[in-house]
Nanobody
Framework: QVQLVESGGGLVQPGGSLRLSCAAS????????MGWCRQAPGKQRELVAT???????VYADSVKGRFTLSRDSARNPVYLQMNSLKPEDTAVYYC??????????WGQGTQVTVSS
């Protein structure tokens, strides 16, 4: 089992920045992929950014050049640095982990609201 706890959401003006953190605990050695997803009201959950243990990182087209995922090792927190935020980035952001046996885990979510 893996537990994920997010922090760092909040209200920010358009063009501003936020950094989200995700701390993993439990069977950390079983994790291959970690990252972030988000779900806006009335929309499906979408992948924002993920990184494998080998260091391969993938970003959604909508956040490329604005968001940066960092993950030094499976034992350190995963961070999502979000710059140049737009109102359409408003969503609940979920930390995400996938283990080697392809089990998915989600955190409880943290609200990010971009509004003037």
């Amino acid at each position: 089992q893996v537990q994920l706890v997010e922090s760092g959401g909040g209200l920010v003006q358009p063009g501003g920045s936020l950094r989200l953190s995700c701390a993993a605990s439990g069977n950390i050695a079983s994790i291959n992929v970690m990252g972030w997803c988000r779900q806006a009201p009335g929309k499906q959950r979408e992948l924002v950014a993920t990184r494998t243990r080998a260091g391969n990182t993938v970003y959604a087209d909508s956040v490329k050049g604005r968001f940066t995922l960092s993950r030094d090792s499976a034992r350190n927190p995963v961070y999502l640095q979000m710059n140049s935020l737009k109102p359409e980035d408003t969503a609940v952001y979920y930390c995400y982990a996938k283990t080697w046996d392809l089990t998915n885990y989600w955190g409880q979510g943290t609200q990010v609201t971009v509004s003037s």
